[in-house]
């Protein structure tokens, strides 16, 4: 009693913790991004983010993997989490800094998140690029299985890095990584999503979250009346982003992270051509699942058969929710090392890929049902479109 007289505010500030709960009005804080065409980089806004964070959530730190620079993990003027007499001049801090320097350990970092998560009441992230997520798995699988509020910020998150190549180029993590129970695998389709998606993480308090961001720029969608919906719509983890002009579509893209974007531009051509599409972004599946049937209905009318995903990885798991007559733009091979936009147009993750894809798709949900269930046209229709369950 007497240390909460004499410091009442880090009384409150411990009893809000220990309440797992977010101080009034810390949303405020949160970066909006203005429509830009150009665009941002998810990993830039998650930086951003961050740094907007820093003084009105003084439970959250966290660092990198020896990518700091790459990942932006540092909250801006934050000092290192160093013993007093280590700090450099590279690195300023004391033994109450908010960055950590984990060295190039992933595995490790993802323990050490685990541990302070288990023994603290704070908020720890770290850093890498997606790719290296396999080294850390076993420190994730556990973080899940423990329903521990560890968020991992994974960059890098696709072909779209570009000249590093196939070694670094992720093509199954983000398919692997949702396999793990417990675990929300969350890809941002633009800045203000990255915002929300930020917070939706840290509203959660008994999960942990990776945050799968581009080394790329990504448009920054306009919102509004006459253009995208609020970018509010990711904390339910899919929500309709830019709607038929009908009242039922004749078939709706589903696109996440840096793909949402080719699917507005394939809704365009779709339109050119009479076809009425819907996009919906998902940045998050497992926040989709948790949502009520009705609200998943009406994202998704179980009515309308014809439908696409394009993600640039993989297509395992996409099945579930393209159904039947559905056709996914992926990608089922190894990348390699040429510029981002080369790459996207080699491997057939485009607009008008996924164009061709939805019109395969409508024929499909419009043809005869076989026997077993399966429709004309359930084969890949080769480039980018894969067609794993």
Known sequence: QVWRADHPERAALLDRLREQKLPEGWTDSLPVFDADPKGIATRKASGDVLTALAPVLPELWGGSADLAGSNNTTMEGEPSFVPEGKQTGEFPGNPYGRTLHFGIREHAMGAILNGIALQSLTRPYGGTFLIFSDYMRPAVRLAALMKLPVTYVWTHDSIGLGEDGPTHQPVEQLAALRAIPGLDVVRP??????????????????????????????????????SCAPASGAARGGYVLADSRGETPDVILVGTGSEVHIALEARELLAADGVDARVVSMPCREWFADQPDAYQDEVLPPGVRARVSVEAAVAQGWRDVVGDAGRMVSLEHFGASAAYQRLYEEFGITPRAVAEAARDSIRAAAGPVRPGGERPGATPTGGGTGDAG
């Open 189 to 226: 389709a633009d800045a203000n999503e990255t915002s929300v998606c930020w917070r939706t993480v840290l509203e959660h308090h008994d999960r942990p979250a990776g945050l799968a961001l581009t080394r790329q720029p990504l448009p920054v969608l306009e919102r509004g009346a006459d």
